[in-house]
């Protein structure tokens, strides 16, 4: 069940995320994973959603929107997260980024972006999946060197 992310989901999401997540965080945050992280992703200036599975969150996504014309996607999960709960995230996901990709959406973004690590190929196959495509790798821009992927949904700026 998708329901919108609870500061509890989110502290219990933050401190037992699969590896190759925290990693993400690591890179693009430069620090550890924790309660910091829950908060800041439960005060998300746009959507925040927990994936609720066997009465356990497993997953929060969503989309930050640091101005009117951008969005930023975010996902971290838990280990536990299983291959029937990940087709449902992508599936929410696919509906939150349509929504936000209609011009006539108060919420409308012409650009909506997600970073990847550049060694994370399932992560790569997610973005793709949910329509995005690669637009530049940013070389060493990791807190500890890391190469990260710069993916992007592009659609037409709406007239103002």
């Given at each position: ?56 969150p ?16 975010w ?26 990709s ?17 060694d ?37 700026p709406?007239?103002?």
């Amino acid at each position: 069940m998708i329901e919108p992310l609870t500061l509890a989901g989110a502290l219990l999401i933050a401190h037992d995320m699969r590896e190759q997540d925290a990693a993400c965080v690591r890179a693009i945050a430069g620090s550890e994973p924790g309660d910091w992280f829950a908060l800041e992703r439960f005060q998300t200036h746009g959507v925040a959603l927990e994936l609720v599975q066997d009465g356990q969150p497993v997953a929060m996504a969503g989309l930050s929107m640091p101005n009117t014309w951008t969005g930023v996607l975010w996902m971290v999960a838990r280990p536990s997260l299983r291959l029937q709960s990940w087709r449902k995230l992508v599936r929410s996901a696919r509906t939150v980024l349509e929504r936000v990709s209609d011009p006539e959406h108060p919420e409308y973004r012409h650009r909506i972006e997600a970073h990847v690590l550049a060694d994370w190929p399932q992560a790569q196959r997610f973005v793709q999946a949910l329509g995005f495509v690669l637009e530049h790798v940013r070389r060493g821009a990791g807190s500890r060197g890391e190469d990260l992927q710069v993916w992007v949904r592009v659609g037409r700026p709406k007239e103002r």
